[in-house]
């Protein structure tokens, strides 16, 4: 076993000629809650897209509990322990909130009944209003609501590591404070968390380390506690951006 869960190394990752990760080198080790903060644009998705496997990289290296996945699909990357709740949740608003945690159990394969009822249960206690919400359309469902169903989902995975792009995406500073506890709790109880956030102020407070993209690169990393009290960070990312 690796104390280094997730690598990353020298990611480059472009859309045509659009270069939106010019090289990009990162880590999470195992039981850490690391942060990525950064500008409109800096390529933070992006890396999250090849961390997942919905886009290939043009180059560079992903590993992932010691396995390389560069490139890899999806569907295989989320078999190996890793859960992504992506920008813009991407629920299936037409279908039951039940069904969409379902599909989450699914994704990760081969579960028995009674350990996907149980999974269910534990999810479910950590986000309460969900379990009124099983037979509702996830459509209906309160910008809070989805994003706390495309965690659950996400759970369901039985995820060694969640990456989670744009938690706060809309949602209002009383969803945040119920949300960030969440993931605080999820992180002591051992679940390796990657969080990209707009919201700078949010993250560094519950994150361990932060990374600062900036132009498709890292500007800089380090202890979040650290990086608080940085006056570069104070001045760009702490303040007039997100008293805007
Ligand atoms: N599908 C795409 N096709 C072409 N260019 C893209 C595509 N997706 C992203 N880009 C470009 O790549 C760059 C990085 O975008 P990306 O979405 O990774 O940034 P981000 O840091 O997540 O931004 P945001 O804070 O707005 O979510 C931007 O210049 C963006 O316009
Ligand atoms: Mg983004």
Redesign the pocket.
């Known amino acids: 076993m690796t104390d280094v869960l997730l690598k990353v190394n020298d990611l480059k990752?472009a859309?045509?000629r659009?270069e939106?990760?010019r090289s990009v080198s990162m880590e999470v080790r195992r039981g850490e809650f690391v942060g990525i903060i950064?500008?409109?644009?800096?390529?933070?998705?992006?890396?999250?897209?090849a961390i997942s496997g919905v886009k290939s990289p043009s180059a560079g290296s992903i590993t992932f509990d010691g396995v390389e996945i560069t490139g890899l699909p999806s569907h295989t990357v989320v078999a190996k322990g890793l859960a992504m709740v992506p920008?813009g949740r991407h629920i299936f608003g037409d279908q039951t909130v039940e069904d969409n945690l379902i599909l989450g159990a699914y994704l990760r394969g081969g579960r028995a009944k009674t350990q996907l009822a149980a999974d269910t249960e534990r999810v479910l206690d950590l986000f309460p209003v969900l379990r009124a919400r099983l037979p509702q359309a996830a459509g209906s469902l309160s910008g809070g609501e989805q994003q706390m169903l495309a965690i659950a989902r996400g759970l369901l995975s039985r995820p060694t590591l969640l990456i989670i792009?744009?938690l706060s995406l809309g949602l209002a500073p009383k969803i945040l404070d119920l949300l960030f506890p969440v993931l605080t709790e999820l992180n002591r109880a051992g679940l390796s968390i990657l969080l990209?956030e707009?919201m700078a102020s949010y993250a560094l407070q519950v994150t361990h380390r932060t990374y600062v993209?900036e132009n498709?690169g890292v500007l800089m990393h380090g202890d979040s506690e650290t990086l608080i009290g940085d006056p570069r960070i104070l001045d760009t990312y702490l303040g007039h951006r997100e008293a805007s």
């Open positions: 990752v859309y045509g659009i939106a990760v950064g500008s409109n644009g800096a390529g933070k998705t992006s890396v999250m897209r920008e792009d744009e990209v707009q993209m498709g």
